[in-house]
Antibody, heavy 124, light 110 residues
Framework: QLQLQESGPGLVKPSETLSLTCSVS??????????WGWIRQPPGKGLEWIGS????????SYNPSLRSRVTISTDTSKNQLSLNLASVTAADTAVYFC???????????????WGQGTLVTVSS | QSVLTQPPSVSAAPGQKVTISCSGS????????VSWYQQVPGAAPKLLIY???KRPSGIPDRFSGSKSGTSATLDITGLQTGDEAHYHC???????????FGGGTKLAVL
């Protein structure tokens, strides 16, 4: 059973970079069985896909509204997934989830496994 | 404003059936598969339905999904108080080359 756990600062200042990691256990981050993704949820609002990565190819796919500011990567030595979101504003305040996507095609998107989520607040 | 449209809330009595709709377009639901997620307050979403109508292991058959044209539907029968949660639909949007979610529907079991 795949398990994911997000970690990182709970408070980030405006204009700085939000950096989160997601520790994966139960399978390798380099497994061909999964895309890996980040999804966020502003307080009281719906879910928003941030982006995904397929380690086997290194291919990333990002939400167009965030593409200029976001980077998703994997670290096989630590079996971790990472998220960097630059130049944050209050609008980036949200619970951030990492997820294991049990599909090889994003057109068949399904997020099978989720981390518990971590709240990141952007404030000075 | 979400690309996929869901009703903000639905309600029904215990034991009854409820239907939650997810309306999209020819560039998303019309050409891609839909997944559904259940989210209780304070918890991460849980996959309920994938590829329009398939259930992951462990999901009761009280939950079923379907798709017709540019809309998808989640049906929940034999409602239980434990089904009270937010339900989200998701799919791939071709024109944006992005995954999109509906705004979520809050289910109340009265």
């Amino acid at each position: 059973q795949l398990q994911l756990q997000e970690s990182g600062p709970g408070l980030v200042k405006p204009s700085e970079t939000l950096s989160l990691t997601c520790s994966v256990s139960g399978d390798s981050i380099s497994s061909s069985n999964y895309f890996w993704g980040w999804i966020r949820q502003p307080p009281g609002k719906g879910l928003e896909w941030i982006g995904s990565i397929y380690h086997q190819s290194g291919r990333t796919s990002y939400n167009p509204s965030l593409r200029s500011r976001v980077t998703i990567s994997t670290d096989t030595s630590k079996n971790q997934l990472s998220l960097n979101l630059a130049s944050v504003t209050a609008a980036d305040t949200a619970v951030y989830f990492c997820a294991g996507l049990g599909t090889r095609q994003l057109a068949r998107f399904k997020a099978d496994f989720w981390g518990q989520g971590t709240l990141v607040t952007v404030s000075s | 404003q979400s690309v996929l449209t869901q009703p903000p809330s639905v309600s029904a009595a215990p034991g009854q059936k409820v239907t939650i709709s997810c309306s999209g377009s020819s560039s998303n639901i019309g050409v891609s598969y839909v997944s559904w997620y259940q989210q209780v307050p304070g918890a991460a979403p849980k996959l309920l339905i994938y590829e329009n109508n398939k259930r992951p292991s462990g999901i009761p058959d009280r939950f079923s999904g379907s798709k017709s044209g540019t809309s998808a539907t989640l049906d929940i029968t034999g409602l239980q108080t434990g089904d009270e949660a937010h339900y989200h639909c998701a799919t791939w949007e071709n024109s944006l080359t992005a995954v999109v979610f509906g705004g979520g529907t809050k289910l109340a079991v009265l």
